[in-house]
Each structure stands twice: as C-alpha cells, then as structure tokens.
C-alpha cells in the first residue's frame, strides 16, 4: 500500500518543478532538469544509517514541493548525518528525486 502513495507523492513533487522550467522566469530559476526542486522542512529521525547516508524522516507538510506530512526515506552525504540521532528534530533542505536527497540538516 505504501508503494502507490509514494509514487503518487513523487508525481506530485515533480509537477512544480517542471512547471518552474516553464514559466518563463529561466533567468531566475534553474531549469527542472539542471536541479531538483529544494525546499525547508522540519521533523524527527526515525531511522538513520549514517555510514550509508540513508535515513527515515517523519516530516510536516512541505508546501513549496507540494508534499503533505509523512514519514519516508530519503539519502544524504554520511558527512552531513554525523552526531544526529534516531528521535532528534531537525531543520533540513532537500531536493525533490528520486530519492529525494537531503543536502543539509541540522538539530533543532
């Protein structure tokens, strides 16, 4: 079940960033296909692997990505997960992908 629900949340996610591309605002926005849509997001760890950057975030609604609050994997730098914990709350940026790729995260 979990399956389509991410599948459908990935659809979603990229619908901003294609419609970005096409807006005619290019001289102030990347293309999609040069850079994944990014946004702030806020939540708790709920599983982490820090030598292999994969982690489990449940996070609220990210609006800028059109995501609703949900808990769902997602990968970063194992440089960027050193000294976090499973149950912190955290402040992060990611890039909507597949998987989405968190580019920086920090304790709250």
Do not use: C, Y
């Not at 599983?47 to 489990?56: E, F, I, N, S």
Request: aromatic letters at 2%.
């Amino acid at each position: 079940m979990k399956l389509p629900i991410l599948a459908v949340v990935a659809a979603l996610a990229a619908a901003p960033a294609l419609a970005q591309g096409m807006d005619g605002h290019a001289g102030h926005h990347m293309a999609a296909e040069d850079a994944p849509a990014s946004a702030q997001g806020t939540g708790v760890i709920r599983k982490l692997d820090a030598k292999t950057g994969a982690l489990t975030l449940q996070h609220g609604p990210i609006a800028a990505l059109g995501w609703p609050a949900m808990t769902m994997p997602f990968q970063a730098k194992p440089e960027l997960l050193a000294g976090l914990k499973v149950g912190q709350s955290v402040t992060f940026t990611v890039e909507a992908g597949e998987p989405p790729v968190i580019t920086a995260i920090k304790a709250n």
